[in-house]
């Protein structure tokens, strides 16, 4: 931009352009050590803005520790789980051990006296069937019963003069457990309705 002579006013800038300061105004400095009081300089009250990002990391903080105890919650639960799940098997394994013991014991008789092998099997059937109801899954292969969906499967149909339509006639494999707790249906047939 030239320099305008003495005397004369220099051109006004065109419009829109950005003026140079101006000599006569006041350029900002450096604040003063004896600024003037803001509007808060009498209660001693923080500025808004401060509260509310005070609340907000406060909140940020709090949210952050709930993530992290709900995780190590969820750990622990994991574990605990883990825990009960295992200490189970074990209880269940350790019932069946008795029933692993006389089959083999049976086995090793096996040459001896075919007549006591039947036998010894036999009681280690029972035995089974023992451990399975004290672990809740008593066994049920009752014939002459009404049919009950929740407790038996229908393998087949047979026409008998002698049972009641819609009742028990042949267990082929017996079921274990109640309602909720089964571990598997009764294979049955069933009486056909006339």
Known sequence: MPIPPRGREP?????????????????PGPPTEEAEPGPD???????????????????????????????????RHARELERVAG??????????????????????????DPG????????????AVN???????PRHAEKGVSFDPARHEVV??????????????Q???PGYGEAERQLRPAAVTVAKRE
């Open 11 to 27: 051109d006004p800038p065109p419009e829109g352009a950005v003026q140079p300061p101006r000599g006569d105004l006041e350029q």
């Open 41 to 75: 300089a009498a209660t001693g009250a923080a500025a808004p803005d401060d509260e509310y990002a005070a609340a907000l990391r406060e909140a940020e903080d709090r949210w952050r520790r709930a993530l992290a105890d709900l995780d190590n919650l969820r750990k």
């Open 87 to 112: 200490a189970e098997r074990a209880r269940t394994a350790a019932a069946f051990l008795p029933v692993i013991d006389n089959l083999e014991l049976a086995l090793s008789h096996a040459a001896a």
């Open 116 to 127: 006591a092998i039947v036998e010894g099997v036999r009681a280690v059937r029972d035995q």
């Open 131 to 137: 451990v399975l109801e004290r672990l809740g899954y």
């Open 156 to 169: 087949g149909v047979v026409q008998d003069p002698d049972a009641d339509p819609n009742t028990v006639v």
């Open 171 to 173: 267990v082929l494999r």
